[in-house]
């Protein structure tokens, strides 16, 4: 027996195009659900919001990816489950990334690992403070109402790295490398913040 799958309503249009997300086969992509991810980064605006603590001292010319694209391409890459940068360069063409990004699937590809690279090193400290402060105002302006209280669960969690990335650090209860970000969560398990503090400078004997 054949059973209809209703359309997956509400996905915003793409270059004036109409964009509908079903289940009756064709053409498949097993990461179709970054569309449903774009919707929330259209409401929140976090990849421009983000980017607009970062100053851009590139040549506008020469610009092929503003700061917000190549952001808000490396934030759906990792909610889908791509935490590594190199991973860039075989998501850049794929057409269900591209229309997250507001192009077509026949528009050009979008950035590669080199230039999310220089990205991820480009912001200075002040810079990353600002994003700090923009992704906690997120978390405040979530709230339809101001709470009476808020309850902080602050704790560390481990990331394992496979290279020699900065800051990586060695975990003897995992034992291997990687980072030791501290996360921070309020008492209902929404998130509020993140920050990968460095490696403490090793003593100086006298």
Do not use: W
Not at 33 to 52: F, K, P, Q, S, Y
Not at 90 to 111: E, I, N, T, V, W
Not at 139 to 146: I, K, L, P
Not at 175 to 195: K, N, S, T
């Amino acid at each position: 027996m054949r059973e209809n799958t209703p359309l997956l309503p509400g996905l915003s249009p793409v270059s004036g195009k109409s964009v509908e997300a079903c289940f009756d086969g064709g053409s498949l992509s097993s990461d179709a659900g970054v569309l449903a991810l774009r919707e929330i980064d259209i409401r929140l605006n976090v990849a421009a919001r983000l980017a607009a603590c970062i100053a851009d001292t590139r040549q506008p010319d020469r610009v092929r990816h503003s700061l917000a694209d190549i952001i808000r391409f490396r934030l759906l890459m990792i909610a889908c489950g791509y935490e590594d940068g190199i991973d860039a360069d075989s998501l850049r063409g794929d057409p269900a990334f591209k229309m997250a990004l507001g192009r077509l699937p026949s528009a050009a590809d979008l950035c590669s690992q080199s230039t999310i690279s220089r990205l991820e090193n480009r912001p200075d400290t002040r810079a990353l403070l600002r994003m700090g402060r923009t992704v906690v105002e997120l978390y405040c302006t979530s709230f339809r109402q101001v709470p009476q209280r808020i309850v902080l669960d602050i704790d560390d969690t481990f990331d394992a790295t496979h290279g020699h990335q900065q800051l990586r650090l060695f975990n003897a209860h995992y034992d291997e490398y990687g980072f030791q970000p501290i996360i921070v969560f309020d008492g209902e398990g929404r998130f509020v913040a993140a920050c990968c503090v460095p490696p403490a400078a090793p003593a100086v004997g006298r």
